[in-house]
Nanobody, 116 residues
Framework: QVQLVESGGDLVQPGGSLRLSCAAS????????MGWYRQAPGKQRELVAF???????NYIDSVKGRFTISRDDAKSMVWLQMDNLKPEDTAVYYC??????????WGQGTQVTVSS
């Protein structure tokens, strides 16, 4: 059974940092792209960042220079380092994995709240 388990969400003050982790298990095919999405209350889920199997990364404009995505294929893990957090970063963050170029998996989400 495939599982993606996220952790690291928390309440943090503006300007603070958090590191989200996602551990994948049960995926028997090659993992292609790994990414992070987020969904704020009343808004659609949006792609925040992704990283390809050869290490190429992409970010939405609002997080460029503040967030960094990384992965470790040996551990089947992906991380999202979030620095200089802003209140508008408040959302539930979801881990996403594309495997075998056709299977998409989601984690259960982790809450990030940025507030003073």
């Amino acid at each position: 059974q495939v599982q993606l388990v996220e952790s690291g969400g928390d309440l943090v003050q503006p300007g603070g940092s958090l590191r989200l982790s996602c551990a994948a298990s049960g995926i028997i095919f090659s993992i292609n792209t790994m990414g992070w999405y987020r969904q704020a209350p009343g808004k659609q889920r949006e792609l925040v960042a992704f990283i390809t199997s050869d290490g190429r990364t992409n970010y939405i404009d609002s997080v460029k220079g503040r967030f960094t995505i990384s992965r470790d294929d040996a551990k089947s893990m992906v991380w999202l380092q979030m620095d200089n957090l802003k209140p508008e970063d408040t959302a539930v963050y979801y881990c996403n994995v594309l495997a075998d170029w056709k299977s998409i998996y989601w984690g259960q989400g982790t809450q990030v709240t940025v507030s003073s």
